[in-house]
């Protein structure tokens, strides 16, 4: 039976955040708990994909959850960045933050040519490593204009690389020769996603998690500029070609916006108690998860293996480089 168009609408983003609830009781379950929702969730959203096929029908509530969805929690996203405490406790921090994400980048767009690796696959995780995981991925896909397969299947590779990593730091934290400030600088300048920072940190105790936070809030907050450069990259590779210029990144203003307003007005201007503040973290959780399920579901297991596999292997390598240098370096 067919859908009315609204009906479809409605059900495809209804279908999404069923995915990201069934990701959320996923993530209570051993194992799966230090993975965490948007983890589990882009996990079961690739195995329907490949058991039952891309649900067509709902294709248009898909792709609003895949695009409006995702600039929506990009903004929220922008609460969490207090700009005050990055820029009057980590001026040092973010210079290390800089060079964690030219390295990062500059050392995968140079092993992607050399082993022939997919360009636009192997730019996206090299953004999402350096910077903040999926959130980065998401914010700079629109203005490199990658298709949606790509950036769901580079946000599979860092949500998984970024989870194993996250776990091996817990381990090794017990017979690391590095006091708490130390670790979680290494964790922060290093693991991927805020949560896998968040993960690690934690075993550091209150000052450990606070650093690692702290340096890992640098990285997000440097996702600005470095959307400007790319933004400023593509549209002058357009004028040399018949492309058409990249569309100004607005939804990057609201992030802006947000960050701004989480650090100067809400609380020393406007009071809002910590409850208000924990539902539009959680709102923000859902919604990012919501989007990446919907990119999920376009993620076929056989484009990976002849798609993905060069980046997966070229990050994994960046990866263990960046946590040995990175560990040095604190």
Sequence with gaps: MKLSSKTAWLSGVLFTFLIAG?????????????????AAAIVIAVFYRQIFG???????????????????????YGLKLNIEIVLQDGPGLLIRDAAVIIFAIAVTVWLAK?????????????????????????????????KEKDTAMSVGIIALLGTVFAIIYT?????????????GMWAGLSLHEVAHV???????????????????????????????????????????????????PWFLIGFLAMSIAGTYVIGPVIPVSDGVLEFVSGLTTWLLTAAMVGLGLNVSLQDIRS????????????????????????
């Design 22 to 38: 069934l990701g959320y009781l996923l993530a209570m379950v051993p194992g799966f708990d230090r993975a965490g929702q948007l």
């Design 54 to 76: 891309y649900p067509d029908r709902l294709r248009s509530g898909i792709t609003f959850s895949t695009k409006r969805l995702l600039r929506a929690a990009i903004v929220l």
């Design 114 to 146: 050399v082993f022939k690796a997919d360009k636009a696959i192997s730019m996206l995780v090299a953004v999402g490593t350096g910077v903040c995981g999926a959130a980065a991925i998401a914010a700079v896909a629109p203005i490199l204009k990658v």
């Design 171 to 183: 381990l090794l934290r017990p017979v690391l020769p590095l006091t708490d400030i130390e670790y």
């Design 198 to 248: 968040a993960l690690a940190g934690e075993p550091a105790g209150e000052d450990g998690l606070a650093m690692a936070l702290l340096a890992k809030l640098g990285r997000v907050f440097l996702l600005i500029p470095l959307c400007f450069i790319l933004m400023f990259w593509m549209n002058k590779k357009s004028a040399q070609s018949a492309e058409a210029k990249v569309n100004f």
């Design 307 to 330: 798609q993905a596999l060069r980046p997966f292997l070229i990050i994994l390598g960046v990866s263990v480089v960046l946590s040995v240098w990175t560990f040095f370096v604190v």
